[in-house]
């Protein structure tokens, strides 16, 4: 199957500080990446669809100051989490989709912030 | 609007028993994506399968096997002979046809098999 990977998989931040977390699709182009996140013991939450060379479309209750999206070239989208707060503690993973069918996962990203 | 229910939130058996995981679907689009994935405790999501919706073959991969039933909006999973290796949460997805691979997940399913 395609190949996302993601980077890191794992940071731990102090509150307030901003975390970059990097989505690469290795072997296709993707002009779309989706970013989700995941509370323990909970489903997968779409956050946003991330478009290449356009703004991001952000889901309702996501805070798009907050949790900023780059998608600047076909193989890379970024998130950023400005001013984590604990709050933010999260499994974050990003998805894309070769023929815009089939999705494949990152590894995901397991922030904490202290 | 789109939904995806897992209605059994855990499931417990024993090496070799066989199980199914149910997922029960809501959509409007008359073309859409039905996926599986497995998520073992690392956290990586594991595709299993993808159906879309025209194709109502039952499929079959080892132990695994998917029954996609459109009359009654379902998807399950059935795993022949259970393994310990098999313990994960399970993940039933549904995508329309125009979202480019946005995914609705449903609850998860956390299948423990014990040796």
């Known amino acids: 199957g395609a190949v996302v990977s993601q980077h890191p998989s794992w940071v731990i931040c102090k509150s307030g500080t901003s975390v970059k977390i990097e989505c690469r699709s290795l072997?296709?182009?993707?002009?779309?990446m989706f970013w989700y996140r995941q509370f323990p013991k909970q489903s997968l939450m779409l956050m946003a669809t991330s478009n290449e060379g356009s703004k991001a479309t952000y889901e309702q209750g996501v805070e798009k100051d907050k949790f900023l999206i780059n998608h600047a070239s076909l193989t890379l989208s970024t998130l950023t989490v400005t001013s984590a707060h604990p709050e933010d503690s999260s499994f974050y993973i990003c998805?894309?989709?070769?023929?815009?069918?089939?999705?494949?996962f990152g590894q995901g990203t397991r922030l904490t912030v202290v | 609007a789109q939904k995806v229910t897992q209605a059994q939130t855990e499931i417990s058996v024993v090496e070799k028993e066989d199980v199914t995981l149910d997922c029960v679907y809501e959509?409007?689009?008359?073309?859409?994506?039905l996926f599986w994935y497995k998520q073992p405790p690392s956290g990586e999501l594991v595709f299993l399968i993808r159906?879309?919706?025209?194709?109502?073959q039952n499929e079959i991969s080892g132990r695994y096997s998917w029954n996609f039933q459109k009359s009654t909006s379902s998807f399950n999973f059935t795993i022949t002979a259970s393994q310990v290796v098999d313990s994960a949460v399970y993940f039933c997805?549904?995508?329309?046809?125009?979202?480019?691979?946005?995914?609705?997940f449903g609850q998860g399913t956390e299948l423990s098999v014990k040796p």
């Open positions: 997805a549904l995508s329309g046809d125009n979202q480019g691979g946005k995914l609705i």
């Open positions: 072997d296709f182009q993707a002009t779309t």
């Open positions: 159906r879309n919706s025209f194709d109502e």
């Open positions: 998805s894309a989709s070769p023929q815009g069918r089939a999705a494949f």
């Open positions: 959509t409007r689009d008359t073309t859409y994506y």
